[in-house]
């Protein structure tokens, strides 16, 4: 959060330099500036506007307090834009972790698909189930993982490779990542069961504990936030019914933009990511 901080100042101290020293007014405060000098009626005559700018009444009393030179006329800009960031960052940061309050509500279903056929299907079902559902849906093109003859079953997850050393279980874009982990531990000797968790909520619980009885260790991955997403539903079911060692991978602190590869290594959660995590969890 600190150097988020840091560059949300430098980035705003460039802005405060580039707009209060080379920029030239802008026709709203242009505007507002003669309106204020008793000369508006010639910005009026000049180029036909009617409406009084709403940033004239606050530069009013802020020329009457500090001057109305350009930098003078421009601090009430930067205020604003500062506003406008923070509650930008506030909105951000609430969708970002909607899924929290989502999964929270009793009534709510979360279902995430992992590819194009699991996508139509589900999309489906959301049309014609009655009660309120929640698709989270990625941006970039998924891979195929689930068989030519799937069908969607609404509570239901599906093992894509059995396994017998740890349960992988992912959601959505990290499907196949963990598909692709899953290969890469075979070469060492680890033997990983990969389940494709389309409905966060509710979890199918029956599929949850037999591979974590079989296995003895669960990971969950997911491109969410690691707090009130599938690893905490996961956790919270194991806690409470058969305790199992689990480690969680999803996205730690705020998101970020950025092109999906990119991003999923960064935050631990492409293949390369995935199966180190792994091999440190098993310590293998």
Request: proline content about 6%; aromatic content about 8%.
């Amino acid at each position: 959060m600190p150097s988020a901080l840091y560059g949300l100042a430098l980035a705003v101290s460039i802005s405060v330099w580039f707009i209060a020293i080379r920029a030239p007014l802008w026709l709203d405060e242009t505007i507002s500036f003669f309106q204020i000098k008793g000369r508006f009626s010639e910005i009026m005559a000049r180029q036909g506007w009617p409406a009084v700018p709403v940033y004239s009444f606050i530069l009013w009393p802020w020329v009457r307090l500090v001057g109305s030179s350009e930098i003078a006329l421009r601090i009430p800009s930067v205020l604003a834009m500062l506003g406008a960031v923070y509650l930008l960052y506030r909105a951000a940061r609430q969708l970002f972790e909607r899924d929290v309050a989502l999964i929270a509500n009793g009534e709510v279903a979360v279902v995430q698909p992992a590819d194009e056929l699991e996508t139509k299907q589900v999309v489906a079902y959301a049309v014609e189930r009655q009660g309120p559902i929640y698709l989270r849906l990625t941006r970039q093109n998924l891979e195929p993982v689930c068989p030519p003859g799937y069908r969607f079953e609404f509570g239901r997850w599906l093992v894509l490779r059995p396994g017998n050393d740890v349960t992988l279980i992912a959601t959505g874009g990290t499907v196949f990542n963990a598909l692709e982990a899953a290969r890469r531990l075979e070469a060492d000797g680890i033997a990983a069961e990969v389940i494709n968790a389309a409905c966060i909520k509710p979890l199918d619980e029956d599929l949850l504990l037999g591979s974590a009885g079989k296995t003895g260790h669960v990971v969950t991955v997911e491109d969410h936030s690691i707090s009130g997403g599938l690893g905490g539903a996961v956790a919270e079911t194991l806690g409470e019914v058969m305790p199992t060692p689990m480690k969680r991978l999803a996205v730690q602190g705020f998101g970020e933009s950025g092109d999906a590869k990119s991003l999923y290594a960064k935050h631990g959660l492409d293949p390369v990511g995935i199966a180190a995590s792994v091999r440190k969890f098993l310590d293998r």
